[in-house]
């Protein structure tokens, strides 16, 4: 970029190309979850991120990542600035750079809230079911759009932005709102684990005296064994549930 920008400036760019990006991302995986997504068999529309608004954090850091790249690819690869060479290593560059995000906010996830957000184990070539090698094709093809489509439009934006400083305020509306999606969204997570941990809890006491009667019977023993698997709290961790997840389900016992 041909400007000088102070340090706020750059904050609030990169806080601009972060919800522009997390935005458009958001309705890519609604549609996508909507008509090609297998999981989805009823053909619902349902929420594809953890927020509770249209944001996903993955592709608003890979917007970043990827107006990054582009500003800075003739530095990266020197040796060839126009051929096909070209545009092949940055867009393998790029996807892998997407992965990378990919799998660091499905380890944040899975480590710090014990939710799995995807789950990529059944694809070939998978690293513990949050990235694999198909989806890092995807990720390069979206690169590539992102590259000839949207990376001119983008920078032309950023220059206004920069020009139209008062427009900081609505990007600031938009960070505390991302703030408070953030806080609750989280909260609502844990409510969901806890209730879901408390009829767990209750089951296993069913289920313990449902054992105690067969071991007393031996004719029922001879053909019902049963096991104390935790059948909510692994479905919660396949997140299936908490993407249909709304105020008044949680709310109810």
């Known amino acids: 970029m041909e ?5 706020f400036q750059t904050f609030v760019v990169i806080a601009f190309l972060f919800f522009f990006g997390g935005v458009l991302g958001w309705f890519i995986e609604l549609i996508f979850r909507r008509f090609f997504d297998k999981t989805n068999p009823e053909r619902l529309w349902l929420n594809p991120g953890f927020l509770t ?3 996903l ?3 608003g850091f890979g917007a970043v990542a990827l107006f990054s790249l582009s500003l800075v690819e003739s530095y990266i690869f020197r040796f060839d600035t126009s051929g096909i060479k070209h545009y092949i290593l940055m867009f393998i560059v790029m996807a892998l750079v997407m992965t ?11 480590k710090g809230m014990h939710i799995q957000l995807w789950d990529y ?3 070939p070539g998978n690293i513990m079911g949050i990235v694999c090698p198909k989806f890092t094709f995807f990720w390069g ?5 992102y590259y000839f489509v949207l990376f001119q439009p983008f920078f032309q934006l950023v220059i206004w932005f ?9 990007v600031g509306v938009a960070f505390g709102v991302f703030i408070i999606d953030c806080a609750f969204s989280m909260h609502l997570g844990t409510v969901l684990r806890k209730r879901a941990k408390e009829i767990d809890k209750k089951s296993a006491l069913n289920l313990k005296q449902i054992h105690s009667y067969i071991r007393h019977d031996t004719k029922i023993s001879k053909f019902f ?5 935790q059948y909510l709290t692994s479905k919660i961790n396949s997140f299936e549930d908490f993407m249909k997840r709304t105020p008044m389900s949680i709310s109810k016992d």
Do not use: N, R
């Open 100 to 110: 990378l995000i990919e799998f660091i906010a499905g380890i944040i996830f899975i």
């Open 53 to 55: 608004g249209p944001c």
């Open 3 to 7: 400007y000088s920008l102070t340090t």
């Open 141 to 145: 093809v979206l690169a590539a759009l």
């Open 162 to 170: 920069v020009a139209h400083p008062w427009f900081s305020f609505i």
């Open 121 to 123: 184990s059944e694809e």
């Open 225 to 229: 064994s049963l096991h104390s698997e």
């Open 57 to 59: 954090p993955v592709y």
